[in-house]
């Protein structure tokens, strides 16, 4: 595995656009933080870490916004996660249902987008609280 920083390979940047087309607080801000990263291969699995080459923060109200649902070449499901932190993107995840390793990321367009709701606005409470 790769762990040199480098632009994104031309599927990896039809990945991030695809998550782009979800509809969620901050998608406007978070676009052109996303179009100008550099990666780095982080993990078996494709996930990529991702550093923003300008400066901003995007009004994203969830660490990740959009979970998107692929099937592996074998049809178990795929999960590509955009992880935001404090308004900035910085890991694209991947992972099988089956805990497995990703064999075959699937084509952009064959992920299906699920934008996930906000928190409650006073939090989750604990079985403590």
């Known amino acids: 595995m790769e762990n040199e ?3 994104p390979t031309a599927v990896e940047r039809s990945l991030l656009e695809r998550i782009l087309e979800a509809e969620f607080s901050g998608r406007d ?4 933080l996303l179009r100008s990263v550099i ?18 923060k995007a009004p994203v109200t969830k660490r990740i916004p959009v979970d ?12 590509m996660l955009l992880h935001v932190v404090e308004g900035r ?7 099988r249902e089956d805990g497995a390793t ?4 699937p084509a952009p367009s064959a ?19």
């Open 68 to 79: 998107a649902e692929g099937k592996d070449e074998d049809g178990v499901a795929i999960h």
């Open 39 to 56: 990666v780095r291969n982080i993990d078996e699995d494709c996930g990529l870490e991702l550093e923003s080459q300008v400066q901003g």
């Open 111 to 129: 992920f299906d987008l699920i934008v996930l709701p906000p928190g409650p606005p006073g939090g989750f409470r604990g079985a403590n609280s």
């Open 102 to 105: 990703v064999r075959k990321v």
């Open 29 to 32: 801000e978070l676009a052109p």
């Open 5 to 7: 920083c480098r632009q």
């Open 89 to 95: 993107p910085v890991e694209l995840e991947f992972f």
